[in-house]
């Protein structure tokens, strides 16, 4: 008795009146053939946006660049493109010629960096600054960290010489940079301090502290692109005392 009445749960539960009957599913669809209307229409699916389907390829570029975290690659693209586009925007005052690096100057900057002092620190720190700027990006790529040391170790030397010798050299034209007013030289004398600082200590630990050494690294690059703001304020303010129409600065 329990064996029947086990089997007949079974049976019904397999043929009752809310099972799915393949056979009945086919009939419906040959009738739908057979009147022209095809078969029965299949769930749509959903469709994906313009945005979605770049995720994909973010996901790739940055897998393939070494990248773990999720916003690296686009904070990489954001600031280490801001700081490269700045470093060719800026890239026109290499050009020695004294009328086309005059044109480009602060007017009156060229009366003092026409003597040999400031000349040639001017430009050892707008070539030298330049270089290491363009160079700087590719040492936080963890790619080139892990598969191509040797290269990484050239570039980071070649960008720490590039920083640390320019902004010495930047450090000695403050003196006469926009004006000589004494908080343009006491910001770019810290500034240069806080950059020269930054490189010697991420040198010293190159080998003895790797992290360490990242994060010194990383001061020193932003420190070194606090420019970009400086040059966003600047035409600000520039902009807001020419407004004023009364303010008054004597140039030393």
Known sequence: MSSQA???RVVSSLYGPDSYNIHEQLGDDN???QLGGGPNPQ???PKTSHWQSRIPLYRSISWIL?????YSLLNLFIWGGALVGFCLARSVTMNPHPARIASLLVPGEWFWFQRPLYKYNL???IYLTTLGGIGA???FLPAMRRRYVALHRLNGYGVLFCLIVGNICGSIIARRSFGGELNVQSAYYILGIMVVFSGIVGIYNV???TRRHRKWMLRMVVYFAAVISARLIMLASAQVVTDLGS???VCS
Not at 66 to 70: C, D, I, L, M, S
């Open 207 to 209: 080998k003895r502290d």
């Open 43 to 45: 769930p749509e699916v």
């Open 247 to 249: 303010y008054f600065s």
């Open 123 to 125: 430009f050892i720190h």
């Open 6 to 8: 086990s089997g007949t």
């Open 137 to 139: 990006p590719l040492q």
């Open 66 to 70: 070494g990248f773990r975290e999720k």
């Open 31 to 33: 009738k739908n053939w």
